[in-house]
């Protein structure tokens, strides 16, 4: 028997982590975008969303439709046509979305202004190392 306990993404038992790792994926944040945008076919995805692969984005829609965040219809027409939409929890869901692809937008600059101090720092240090 399963003891109940309250939702806790820390906890590595909890439902709510796997839920979690749904949307924690780069390319599922950024499917969903797209589709929140209006780009709702595969080949336009492929287009508009650098860097993924076509296998990358046939495994993140199937990811996100088995999990309830999208909608694929597939119309009887030839070639076959097929078009995804955000469901219910899916355009939900994209408001945290939303706040952090604006939040990534603003602080990108500040984000690498840190990472290049870090590495002059480590950099620095590694040299002092070597020469001890």
Request: glycine share 6%.
């Amino acid at each position: 028997m399963q003891t109940k306990y309250p939702p806790n993404v820390l906890n590595e038992m909890c439902p709510s982590r796997q839920t979690l790792e749904i949307i924690a994926d780069k390319w599922a944040t950024l499917v969903l975008v797209s589709i929140a945008r209006g780009i709702n076919r595969h080949n336009r995805m492929l287009r508009e969303i650098g860097g993924i692969s076509k296998k990358m984005l046939a495994q993140t829609l199937r990811k996100l439709e088995q999990n309830g965040i999208i909608n694929r219809k597939v119309y009887p027409v030839l070639p076959p046509m097929v078009e995804y939409t955000l469901t219910p929890i899916g355009r939900e869901l994209m408001e945290p979305i939303s706040m952090l692809g604006t939040w990534a937008e603003k602080n990108s600059e500040a984000v690498q202004r840190a990472r290049e101090t870090y590495e002059e720092r480590e950099g620095s240090y590694a040299l002092l190392l070597a020469e001890a």
